[in-house]
């Protein structure tokens, strides 16, 4: 089945630690794709999207995210993090006539 | 500019009963759509339109129905409640037009949270 995969369920990290979260999909043809955030008791607001072209691309308050085609993968970084990224994240593709597909979601517990 | 909003944030259900959650988006946007979140799930697809008129089934669409009559207003049904439909429900309309508008991202309303007991 076609589907989304974020396989990092919980990171826990230290402040000023990199982080890194995985997100692969499985559809095939042309994507868009997205990284969310959720912050406790909030609705998903969007980091950063990808369409086409530069394949690195950055997003707000310092994160980015590479998009690799031969992978099917599009994983977030950001080489400081801060206690204020505490929340969680999801990855997202936009496949087949504007319908939205999500992965699971990584909860990032940032410690100060 | 509201954006996207739901109605009600919280309610609470017995068995059987049945709601509707209203969703309402003043961005103009062509395509609404409707998910659950359960935890460790992420976001499940329930139904989505893509205009007025024209709704279609998503990846969880059993127990819930909607309508889209206008532009502006996607409401939520569910019949029967069950304690399966407890869950955090959200709303989100995007646009696939091209334009100076088109973002072509998803917007999300604040989320609706709903017990059935």
């Known amino acids: 089945a076609q589907s989304v995969s974020q396989h990092n369920h919980h990171v826990i990290l230290s402040e000023a630690a990199s982080l890194e979260l995985g997100c692969n999909y499985s559809?095939?043809?042309?994507?868009?794709l997205f990284w969310y955030v959720q912050y406790p008791g909030q609705h998903l607001q969007l980091l950063l999207k990808?369409?086409?072209?530069?394949?690195l691309v950055k997003g707000i308050k310092g994160f980015e995210a590479e998009f690799i085609k031969s992978k099917f993968s599009f994983n977030l970084r950001k080489p400081s993090v801060q206690w204020s990224d505490t929340a969680e994240y999801f990855c997202?593709?936009?496949?087949?006539?504007?319908?939205?597909?999500f992965g699971s979601g990584t909860k990032l517990n940032v410690k100060p | 500019n509201a954006g996207v909003t739901q109605t009600p944030k919280f309610r609470i259900l017995k068995i059987g009963q049945s709601m509707t959650l209203q969703c309402t988006q003043d961005?103009?946007?062509?395509?609404m759509y409707w998910y659950r979140q359960d935890p460790g799930m992420g976001l499940k697809l329930i139904y989505y339109?893509?205009?007025?008129?024209?709704?279609d089934k998503g990846e969880v669409p059993n127990g819930y129905n909607v309508s889209r009559s206008t532009t502006e207003d996607f409401p939520l049904r569910l019949e029967l409640a069950a304690p399966s439909q407890t869950s955090v429900y959200f709303c989100?309309?995007?646009?696939?037009?091209?334009?100076?508008?088109?973002?072509?991202?998803?917007?999300f309303g604040e989320g609706s949270r709903l017990t059935v007991l």
């Open positions: 989100a309309s995007s646009s696939n037009r091209p334009g100076t508008a088109y973002t072509g991202e998803l917007f």
């Open positions: 990808y369409f086409s072209g530069d394949p």
């Open positions: 997202a593709v936009r496949h087949n006539f504007n319908k939205f597909y």
């Open positions: 961005m103009n946007h062509n395509y």
């Open positions: 339109s893509v205009g007025a008129g024209i709704t």
């Open positions: 559809y095939g043809g042309t994507v868009n």
